[in-house]
């Protein structure tokens, strides 16, 4: 069973910091493409980031640009998001979500993890 | 304002065929692929439709998918209670370098 696990989330300062996680299970994680999908509270789906398999190519929306990086470690099947600089519309739920590996992108989400930015 | 243009809100009835749209542009649905997640309150979204007209396993065929030119459609047959949710079409952008999502469309069954 493919299971995506975030961890890492929690209450930060504006201009602060923060590491997510993402725990890969049930499926050979270095085959696939990875993102992170985040929603703020009451709103829609934003993609933020996504990686390639051995990490050579990385892709950003812009508003992350020079603030967040996305990284992985296929000897650990885990997913990361180092955030910097958190702004208050940073705010919002984080998922893990599969993407390019089988054709069919955005097949498994984790549940999320939520990061507040507030002072 | 999101690269791609859905309907804020839909509403049917039991039973009722119900579609959303999904307006892109040349850069985005135009020359790729796109895809559907249905997300039900308080959960995390699920792929309903892949590939423009793709069904993963274990998604009923009332469920469809259709493209033409920058623009595509999801249609729900034979709708169920169970079907009001929040829809979203998602394409990746050679523009942009991106992938991005529809402002999603907030199902209602009447």
């Known amino acids: 069973e493919v299971q995506l696990v975030e961890s890492g989330g929690g209450l930060v300062q504006p201009g602060g910091s923060l590491r997510l996680s993402c725990a890969a299970s049930g499926f050979t994680f270095r085959n696939y493409w990875m993102s992170w999908v985040r929603q703020a509270p009451g709103k829609g789906l934003e993609w933020v980031a996504n990686?390639?398999?051995?990490?050579?190519?990385?892709y950003y929306v812009d508003s992350v640009k020079g603030r967040f990086t996305i990284s992985r470690d296929n000897t650990k099947n885990s997913l990361y998001l180092q955030m910097k600089n958190l702004r208050a519309e940073d705010t919002a739920l984080y998922y893990c979500?599969?993407?390019w590996g089988s054709g069919t992108p955005f097949d498994y989400w984790g549940q999320g993890t939520l990061v507040t930015v507030s002072s | 304002q999101s690269v791609l243009t859905q309907p804020p809100s839909a509403s049917g009835t039991p039973g009722q065929r119900v579609t959303i749209s999904c307006s892109g542009s040349?850069?985005?649905?135009?020359?790729?692929?796109v895809y559907w997640c249905r997300q039900l309150p308080g959960t995390a979204p699920k792929l309903l439709i892949y590939a423009n007209n793709q069904r993963p396993s274990g998604v009923p065929d009332r469920f469809s998918g259709s493209k033409s030119g920058t623009s595509a459609s999801l249609a729900i047959s034979g709708l169920l209670s169970e079907d009001e949710a929040d829809y979203y079409c998602?394409?990746?952008?050679?523009?942009?370098?991106?992938?991005?999502f529809g402002g999603g469309t907030k199902l209602t069954v009447l």
């Open positions: 998602v394409v990746w952008d050679d523009r942009l370098t991106a992938w991005v």
């Open positions: 990686i390639k398999q051995d990490g050579s190519e990385i």
């Open positions: 040349s850069s985005n649905i135009g020359v790729n692929y």
């Open positions: 979500v599969r993407d």
